[in-house]
């Protein structure tokens, strides 16, 4: 059974690589480079209308059907952790956790520190207002989920989606202008994801990516 990703080794892309490492998925990389506009080809625009990277076709979908594509990377770890049985509990509680973690990150975390990434590192003019509410924004955000990390080794208690959406859009935080030091129960979970070794080996596949 292998997973055709579409991708590239940006943030989003990332959440998809470190879920099939840590599920000893086998997969293939299609590489879509975002910078040679790779997005907007009309065979990738027929499995990701949106013209957004990252998006998967399962050849072997559980229900014995035609392959099924799947874009927007929180609807790809879903549709995986469901697929696998694992990486999303089953019971209503423990999976509402994961969920509202999860769809935290797709409205919250990732627009927000996309638009700092934005402002601070590509804007063409730098707009002091628009740096200062979004490097603000992203630390208000860094807040929240340190809050969430005191006393859990893990987001959601349990290692899940939840953790692999979030944790490649803390790995630029520098360049966020963010001080991990300053939030201290989410650097103690940015070092022990950093460590997995599937989070290893997902960077890895990045850089034979962009080699090419």
Request: net charge neutral; glycine share 6%.
């Amino acid at each position: 059974m292998t997973i055709e990703l579409y991708y590239w080794p940006t943030p989003n892309g990332h959440k998809i690589t470190i879920f099939l490492e840590e599920a000893n998925l086998e997969y293939q990389i299609f590489p879509i480079n975002i910078g040679a506009g790779d997005q907007f080809q009309p065979d990738f625009l027929k499995i990701a209308p949106n013209n957004r990277m990252p998006a998967i076709i399962d050849r072997a979908p559980t229900d014995g059907g035609a392959p099924i594509s799947v874009f927007e990377s929180g609807a790809i770890l879903q549709y995986l952790a469901e697929k696998i049985g694992k990486f999303l509990p089953t019971s209503l509680r423990e999976r509402q956790t994961v969920m509202a973690w999860l769809f935290w990150q797709m409205g919250g975390l990732g627009p927000m520190a996309g638009q700092n990434h934005h402002f601070v590192q590509y804007a063409p003019e730098k707009i002091p207002y628009a740096i200062d509410r979004y490097v603000k924004e992203t630390a208000r955000l860094y807040g929240v989920l340190d809050r969430q990390l005191a006393n859990k080794d893990y987001i959601a208690g349990d290692y899940s989606i939840a953790d692999m959406a979030c944790y490649p859009w803390i790995v630029p935080h520098e360049k966020q202008h963010q001080n991990l030091a300053d939030f201290s129960n989410l650097q103690r979970w940015f070092v022990r994801m950093q460590s997995r070794p599937a989070v290893i080996n997902a960077y890895e596949r990045a850089k034979s990516v962009t080699s090419h």
